[in-house]
């Protein structure tokens, strides 16, 4: 990463980004259903029933007793969910190494209030960052602007051209990035771009390889 006079900002999306949410609901799926005798094949089927976290909970928790005949309660499956995310070891230096730079460290990210922060403290990455905007509390979802710019005040900046934006999700995180203004890294997680999309400024594999992007010398923000 760049190391600056001033003070810049970073964003971050949490789920797919910051932690492998993806990965915490595959060990929970595969748990549950090793421990109700179920076939392997229905840890695929909750896989898609969660739509990778996209799904309403309590549609999927209907469809789960439905499927399963299992009732569960929201708070419960939340907090499964949270126990089974494995913290990535590399994480809480990047973030320091990228303060320590002249950043600051803002995580954005759609969800509820209380999940989502029981993340950030499981994890140990509350530590790690200067300020938290959840979707919930801030009353808007990214794409949504006030989203970027809550993360923004919540670090005491203001989103410049000059701010970069972290995340997994072509819409809510690079598109609403993009029309806020700020430079984009997309985590690709495997996946191809949409060329029918304008691109991110940058695409990085996983996590770890989106750090030596952050601050990369560009050109003018596309308009
Ligand atoms: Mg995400």
């Known amino acids: 990463m760049r190391t600056i006079g001033g003070v810049a900002l970073a964003i971050f999306d949490l789920d797919n980004t910051l932690i492998d949410r993806a990965a915490a609901f ?15 094949a229905e840890t695929a089927w909750l896989e898609r029933a969660d739509g990778d976290g996209y799904t309403p909970r309590a549609r999927l928790l209907a469809a789960i007793r439905e499927r399963h005949g299992v009732h569960k309660t929201v708070e419960a499956l939340r907090a499964e969910l949270v126990a089974n995310i494995e913290p990535d070891p590399r994480l809480p230096g990047l973030l320091d190494d990228l303060r320590s730079a002249g950043w600051r460290v803002a995580v954005a990210t759609n969800g509820a209030t209380a999940q989502q922060h029981a993340k950030l403290r499981h994890t140990g990455l509350a530590a790690h960052v200067d300020a938290v905007a959840v979707s919930e509390e801030v009353g808007a979802d990214k794409p949504d602007l006030r989203m970027f710019t809550t993360a923004a005040e919540r670090c005491g900046e203001r989103l410049t051209g000059e701010t970069w934006m972290v995340g ?17 890294i997309w985590l690709s997680r495997g996946r191809a771009w949409d060329p029918a999309q304008p691109p991110p400024d940058a695409v990085a594999g996983d996590i770890t390889a989106a750090f ?10 596309p308009r």
Do not use: K
Request: glycine letters at 12%; aromatic letters at 4%; charged letters at 20%.
């Open 168 to 184: 997994d999700c072509p819409v809510r995180d690079i598109a609403g990035a993009r029309s806020a203004g700020l430079r984009t």
């Open 26 to 40: 595959r060990r929970w799926a595969a748990a549950y259903v090793a421990e109700r005798g179920l076939p392997p």
């Open 212 to 221: 030596p992007l952050i601050g990369a010398a560009l050109g003018p923000v």
